[in-house]
């Protein structure tokens, strides 16, 4: 067990091997998350029953929660990440954490946008300072702090160095985001969705939002992949691996 | 299908607006993401290419430092 682990982590951490790793997972991933992510929408916008109070502007959720726990997971990753990268000087964790920040910043924007129109007809208002709309603004601005660090400083170790504990800090708000609304009094309502327990979401509605959520956080995964691999190959260009590839027509 | 027709669908119980909004800019704000991180590879991958095929050309080669390859 320990040993499968220790070789996931070396070899993952290989460029070379992320590289041709990637090659043959993206093909697959791409598509893969484009079909699932259009079952769960149509799903959810034209065949899941109307809510009760709500009426159908009810639907935006099923773009505004998984986009909201997208960028959420995404920002603990790029934690981890970072986390990684300082401690071990990982490269490969280096490269996630610059690929993670650009779909998360999306993520995020849309999570405020969708909830902004949904919050209208439903509260009467587009926002409200509340303690889960303002920790998500500054999630937004978190992500796009850490673009403009990246983009700032030109070697590119030591602009990982900062970001990554711009990254690791900001994980602090994102436990702010999640407990929010249950710790705070709060406009924003609880969750509906849970891990653990009974969800009080009705079936005809929880499966096409799990699966919108899904085919969203496959398509980040997607985005992220992409993204490393154009950053692997900036970083190693001299290697002589790259050379190899570039080459060939 | 929960909708009576196509109009039903599109008005959304007079919520089409805040909905279609929604959607709008979202799908925009994606799906131009996703064209950015594509093309980008595209563009560094070409870089590089131009550069290699320059090297080759003028029969020079930046010898490639050890310390870059591995994690």
């Known amino acids: ?249 | 299908m929960y909708f009576d027709s196509f109009a039903d669908f599109l008005a959304m119980g007079d919520h089409g607006f805040f909905v279609w909004s929604a959607y709008g800019i979202s799908a925009l704000l994606i799906i131009g993401n996703m064209l950015l991180a594509w093309r980008q590879q595209g563009r560094v991958r070409a870089e590089l290419a131009r550069r290699a095929r320059r090297e080759a050309r003028d029969g020079t080669t930046v010898s490639g430092s050890s310390d870059e390859s591995g994690s």
């Open chain 1, 1 to 249: 067990m320990w040993k499968t682990i220790k070789r996931w982590y070396h070899q993952l951490g290989s460029p070379v091997y992320f590289y041709r790793f990637s090659s043959a997972v993206l093909p697959w991933l791409l598509p893969i998350s484009l079909v699932v992510l259009a079952v769960g929408l149509a799903w959810g916008l034209a065949w899941a029953p109307v809510e009760r109070y709500q009426g159908d502007s009810y639907r935006i959720i099923y773009i505004h929660v998984p986009a909201s726990s997208g960028a959420l997971m995404g920002y603990i990753a790029m934690g981890v990440a970072g986390l990684v990268a300082l401690v071990w000087r990982m490269k490969m964790a280096e490269v996630m954490l610059k690929a993670l920040a650009p779909f998360g910043a999306v993520l995020a924007a849309v999570s405020l946008v969708t909830g902004a129109l949904w919050g209208k007809p439903t509260w009467g208002t587009y926002w409200q300072w509340d303690a889960r709309m303002t920790s998500m603004l500054i999630l937004l601005f978190l992500y796009l702090g850490i673009i403009a660090l990246q983009s700032a400083i030109r070697d590119p170790r030591q602009a990982a160095r900062a970001a990554s504990l711009l990254a690791m800090v900001g994980v602090i708000n994102v436990v702010i985001v999640k407990y929010s609304v249950e710790w705070l009094q709060t406009l924003h309502q609880g969750s509906t969705l849970k891990v653990i327990g009974e969800s009080s979401i009705d079936d005809a509605m929880k499966w096409p939002l799990l699966i919108s959520m899904l085919g969203l956080w496959l398509l980040y995964a997607a985005n992220v992949l992409m993204r490393a691999r154009t950053e692997v190959l900036n970083r190693e260009r001299r290697a002589g691996w790259v050379r190899k590839l570039v080459n060939r027509p």
